[in-house]
């Protein structure tokens, strides 16, 4: 294999690919990336067995087919600092070659025919959705996943398609959920019901990034899988039953009220750096024409942050995490946002236009609790 390489599209897409790789892979072949050479295109793949990742690189001129394994953690530091804007890459059995204007590095390599190739997608059973509303959703779900690897279903994101193509996202991890409802192309009404794992939804957001070209979505029994002009990503999906979130949404709640988004979010931030891990929680204190943040900590101090608003009901208190709420305040793109709730212990519902909703569990003290 033979070729010579734009060096900051190459290391870019290096990168890009090499983000699937982990430390804590036990076979050392995947600590590399494959690099395909075809008569007019060159393909990057890695995987951490888990998710599997290909894109096209750009700027590359093949001189000779062939593939070869890149170990990635050696190659990129080289990339990153050669001052050159092209190099030229040559395989051959056990090692490749780089070469700069200034520099030659041959680097042991393993053998490309033990790296699996990344199934593909079958023509007659993909659903198309637009590369932004695909990157909207995500951003919108992922980060409510269970962290926690026992939480099984919760350590995804709940992908359903039915077959007029409406297009859902949800994420939960117990104390909050995140849904959010879209279109999608599906003339052929397939219908997709799977939890895929996090690392995998947010490649396949990177991935929809690269290209305005429409994000073709498919899930196997086993696998969930997308592609578009540029690549193309797999990764296994996630045992279990996903809990029926639809009961957990608040309905018809008595306390309704809209707040500004960036505002509250700033009052929110100051409130909260007086909060611990042992005291993660912020008051929200309701009365006519005013909201109170206050959060105490016995071993730093207190805080309050007083935020005028539209609100004309009765007074009410209610105690949230304060991350739980930074975190949907920073991902909605409105003004405003609305927050629906019944009472101080009951979960309140945050809504941003038609399709968003964010539902979080108030935080319960006992009497007397700080």
Same mark, same amino acid.
């Given at each position: 294999?033979?070729?010579?390489? &734009?060096?900051?599209?190459?290391?870019?897409?290096?990168?890009?690919?090499?983000?699937?790789? $982990?430390?804590?892979? *036990?076979?050392?072949? =995947?600590?590399n990336?494959?690099?395909?050479?075809?008569?007019?295109?060159? =393909?990057?793949?890695?995987?951490?067995?888990?998710?599997?990742?290909?894109?096209?690189v750009?700027?590359?001129?093949?001189?000779?087919?062939?593939?070869?394994?890149?170990?990635e953690?050696?190659?990129?530091?080289?990339?990153?600092?050669?001052?050159?804007d092209?190099?030229?890459? &040559?395989?051959d059995?056990?090692?490749? $070659?780089?070469?700069?204007?200034?520099?030659? =590095? %041959?680097?042991?390599?393993? !053998?490309? *025919?033990?790296f699996?190739?990344?199934?593909?997608?079958?023509?007659?059973?993909a659903?198309?959705?637009?590369?932004?509303?695909?990157?909207?959703?995500?951003?919108?779900?992922?980060?409510?996943?269970?962290?926690?690897?026992?939480?099984?279903?919760?350590?995804?994101?709940?992908? #359903?398609?039915?077959?007029q193509?409406?297009?859902?996202?949800?994420?939960?991890?117990?104390?909050?959920?995140? &849904?959010?409802k879209?279109?999608?192309?599906n003339?052929?009404?397939?219908?997709?019901?799977?939890?895929?794992m996090? +690392?995998?939804?947010? /490649?396949?957001?990177?991935?929809?990034?690269?290209?305005?070209e429409p994000?073709?979505?498919?899930?196997?029994?086993?696998q969930? #899988?997308?592609?578009?002009?540029?690549?193309?990503?797999?990764? /296994?999906?996630?045992?279990? /039953? =996903?809990?029926?979130?639809?009961e957990?949404?608040?309905?018809?709640? +008595?306390?309704?009220?809209?707040?500004?988004?960036?505002?509250?979010?700033n009052?929110?931030?100051?409130?909260?750096?007086?909060?611990?891990?042992?005291?993660?929680?912020?008051?929200?204190?309701?009365?006519?024409?005013? #909201?109170?943040?206050?959060?105490?900590?016995?071993?730093?101090?207190?805080?309050?942050?007083?935020?005028?608003?539209?609100?004309? !009901?009765?007074?009410?208190?209610?105690?949230?995490?304060?991350?739980?709420?930074?975190?949907?305040?920073q991902?909605?793109?409105?003004?405003?946002i609305?927050?629906e709730?019944?009472?101080?212990?009951?979960?309140?519902?945050?809504?941003?236009?038609?399709?968003?909703?964010?539902?979080?569990?108030?935080?319960? %003290?006992?009497?007397?609790?700080?």
């Open positions: 294999m033979k070729l010579v390489a &734009e060096r900051q599209a190459l290391y870019a897409a290096l990168q890009h690919v090499g983000s699937v790789i $982990t430390s804590t892979i *036990a076979s050392p072949i =995947f600590q990336v494959k690099m395909e050479a075809t008569k007019d295109a060159v =393909f990057l793949s890695a995987t951490d067995t888990e998710v599997s990742l290909r894109i096209k750009k700027g590359v001129e093949v001189k000779e087919k062939g593939c070869v394994l890149i170990p953690f050696r190659i990129s530091p080289i990339l990153r600092a050669t001052l050159d092209t190099v030229s890459i &040559e395989g059995e056990g090692a490749i $070659t780089l070469r700069s204007e200034d520099g030659r =590095f %041959r680097v042991v390599a393993e !053998d490309p *025919a033990d699996a190739d990344i199934p593909e997608l079958s023509d007659d059973s659903v198309e959705v637009d590369p932004e509303v695909f990157q909207y959703m995500v951003q919108r779900t992922a980060f409510a996943t269970a962290d926690e690897r026992g939480r099984y279903a919760l350590n995804g994101v709940l992908v #359903l398609v039915d077959e193509g409406t297009f859902e996202m949800v994420a939960a991890d117990g104390a909050r959920l995140a &849904e959010v879209k279109k999608a192309s003339p052929k009404k397939h219908t997709i019901d799977c939890i895929v996090k +690392k995998g939804i947010e /490649q396949a957001s990177r991935l929809a990034g690269l290209s305005g994000l073709r979505i498919q899930a196997t029994e086993r969930f #899988l997308v592609e578009n002009d540029v690549g193309r990503m797999c990764c /296994q999906l996630v045992e279990g /039953q =996903f809990p029926n979130y639809r957990v949404v608040p309905r018809d709640c +008595k306390i309704k009220v809209e707040l500004p988004v960036k505002a509250l979010l009052a929110l931030q100051r409130a909260a750096s007086l909060t611990s891990e042992q005291t993660k929680a912020v008051d929200f204190s309701f009365s006519k024409g005013l #909201l109170v943040l206050s959060s105490e900590a016995p071993d730093l101090g207190e805080a309050e942050v007083r935020l005028p608003i539209e609100y004309d !009901d009765e007074d009410v208190q209610i105690s949230f995490n304060p991350e739980f709420v930074q975190d949907v305040l991902v909605v793109e409105r003004e405003s609305k927050v709730f019944e009472g101080s212990r009951s979960p309140a519902v945050f809504r941003s236009g038609v399709d968003y909703q964010y539902v979080v569990s108030p935080v319960v %003290r006992e009497e007397g609790e700080v």
